[in-house]
């Protein structure tokens, strides 16, 4: 087991999560259930994947829920390019949270990449 407090990524997927819900309150009242929804439930899910990974028994397990967070992220970056499209949000706040989005998926790599020969052991 993990302690997420000791995982940097971890903090900066809770800063991602704190920007995308920031960002999707800019967004019209139409999109409240829609595409504003979706990122956050993908923006949530890469934290909470890391969390609960770093709850389980294991290097295995914890990859396999690194891996569910590096999709979820996936799914937030298609996301934040049809918000650019649609021009929802500010520009600048738009960029920012996907700046923040590229630091969690790279911290991500180098820390599956780390686990990985590890994660065969356990």
Request: glycine share 8%; aromatic share 6%.
């Amino acid at each position: 087991m993990q302690n997420t407090k000791n995982l940097v990524v971890a903090e900066h997927a809770e800063r991602l999560a704190l920007a995308v819900y920031r960002l999707t309150a800019g967004f019209p009242p139409e999109e409240r259930y829609g595409l504003a929804q979706q990122m956050r439930r993908a923006a949530v899910s890469v934290g909470s994947n890391i969390a609960e990974g770093c709850g389980r028994r294991g290097n295995r397990e914890l990859m396999q829920h690194l891996y569910i967070a590096m999709a979820s992220g996936s799914e937030l970056e298609f996301q934040l390019g049809l918000t650019e499209k649609l021009g929802y949000g500010a520009h600048a706040e738009s960029r920012e949270v996907f700046a923040e989005l590229v630091r969690v998926q790279r911290m991500l790599n180098r820390l599956t990449a780390y686990l990985r020969p590890t994660s065969l052991e356990t």
